[in-house]
């Protein structure tokens, strides 16, 4: 019998809300990370694109008073492992650095995402056959992201990234997209 455990949409939301308060009591929020964050805008928006799924998420994931929970679990479900379909609470901070990154970049922050949640499955899956696959990758915590920039190339999305200083930050040009999570700094290229 499969261990598969499924987020149902109460947990998820119970999760995020959670994280919301304790986040800056964690690792998540660690003192490096918001020494270099730059200030917030009272509204944050990102457009995401599943390049396996094919389904768009265009919300407002923090709002004045923080992050839009609902908004969360609509980008939790896009993130999902496409493989299997679970889906586990992605890390907001996650989508601050996205959206820093794109107003770095001077452009709308809409992404193409290649890989967002892994489950522990499809993760021992890919380690075994590829060496470029951490066995324990931050994807199985919904705190990575690897992603495109649409009208920005990889390398200079990840030049702005590892300006940023925040989290990891791997570029795998043959594949053309970028490794973001909120890790503590470090830089690869696959």
Same mark, same amino acid.
């Not at 999902?80 to 996650?94: S, T, V």
């Not at 990154?101 to 899956?125: C, D, H, M």
């Not at 190339?153 to 940023?164: G, N, P, V, Y």
């Given at each position: 019998?499969?261990?598969? !455990?499924?987020?149902?949409? +109460?947990?998820?939301?119970? *999760? ?7 986040? $800056? ?5 660690? /003192?490096?990370?918001?020494?270099? %964050? ?15 799924? &094919? ?10 008073? &923080? @992050? ?26 996650? #989508?601050?650095? =996205? /959206?820093?990154? %794109?107003? %770095? /970049?001077?452009?709308? $922050? ?6 967002? #949640? ?15 696959? /951490?066995?324990?990758?931050?994807? =199985? ?11 920005? *190339?990889?390398?200079?999305? !990840?030049?702005? %990234? ?5 989290? &990891?930050?791997? #570029? #795998? ?10 890790? +503590? @700094? ?5």
């Amino acid at each position: 019998m499969s261990s598969v !455990r499924q987020w149902s949409r +109460r947990r998820i939301l119970l *999760s995020v809300a959670a994280g919301t308060v304790l986040a $800056p009591l964690s690792g998540l929020a660690s /003192a490096a990370n918001a020494k270099s %964050a730059p200030r917030r805008a009272a509204e944050r928006w990102l457009e995401l694109f599943n390049t396996h799924t &094919g389904e768009t998420a265009a919300v407002a994931f923090r709002a004045t008073t &923080g @992050f839009v929970a609902e908004s969360l679990v609509t980008l939790a479900r896009l993130l999902r492992d496409h493989r299997n379909g679970e889906q586990h609470p992605i890390d907001p901070m996650l #989508y601050d650095q =996205l /959206a820093d990154l %794109a107003i %770095a /970049a001077k452009v709308e $922050p809409r992404f193409e995402v290649i890989s967002g #949640y892994r489950s522990p499955r499809t993760n021992a899956r890919l380690a075994a056959n590829s060496s470029g696959v /951490a066995k324990h990758s931050l994807h =199985l915590e919904g705190r990575a992201i690897d992603v495109r920039l649409k009208s920005v *190339s990889c390398a200079t999305l !990840r030049d702005l %990234a590892l300006e940023a200083g925040r989290g &990891g930050v791997g #570029y #795998y040009r043959h594949s053309d997209f970028v490794h973001l999570d909120t890790g +503590r @700094f470090r830089t690869w290229a696959g």
